[in-house]
């Protein structure tokens, strides 16, 4: 199975999770940037996609409850045309990832990690892991 890359924009931050081979999906890293500092983060993700040799990437997309989009879904927009526009043979596809972040607090706090600044640290690379599982389980299996 090819690799494929998951990741989770912030406003600060850009959570990142890999699959292996097996499909096996692997938070990798929390990537910090100044506030709003996009241009940053596509330098690093570009960066982090070619040291892996890895290209496809799940990037979540952040719909309102309501299913229309909003603010954070046009920032994940633009992300996903500044990556293509460094690199345009990466492969980006846009993943709901309505109530992630809700979901990767909830599987900290499983781990163990109940602390709200330990948790800040994880949040969303862990997210990152849910959008790329969702990504990978919605894949047509061979046969289908």
């Known amino acids: ?6 990741f989770d924009l912030g ?7 890999v699959s292996d081979g097996l499909g096996i999906v ?4 929390e990537y910090r940037f100044p506030r709003k500092a996009y241009r940053r983060a596509i330098a690093h993700a570009v960066d982090f996609l ?31 045309d500044e990556l ?4 345009p043979s990466l492969r980006v596809h846009l993943v709901d990832e309505r109530l992630t972040t809700v979901e990767a607090s909830s599987l900290l706090d499983e781990m163990g990690i109940t602390d709200w600044r ?7 690379e862990e997210a990152a892991c849910l959008i790329l599982e ?3 389980n919605n894949l047509p299996k ?3």
């Open 1 to 6: 199975m090819k690799r494929v890359a998951g």
């Open 11 to 17: 406003e600060a931050s850009l959570g990142i999770a």
């Open 26 to 29: 692997h938070p990798r890293e």
């Open 50 to 80: 070619h040291k892996e040799k890895i290209a496809e990437v799940a990037l979540g997309l952040p719909y309102n409850m309501d299913g229309s989009k909003g603010d954070s879904a046009a920032r994940s927009e633009r992300f996903r």
């Open 84 to 87: 293509l526009e460094e690199d």
């Open 118 to 124: 330990e948790q800040k640290s994880h949040i969303d």
């Open 134 to 136: 969702s990504y990978l």
């Open 142 to 144: 061979e046969g289908d």
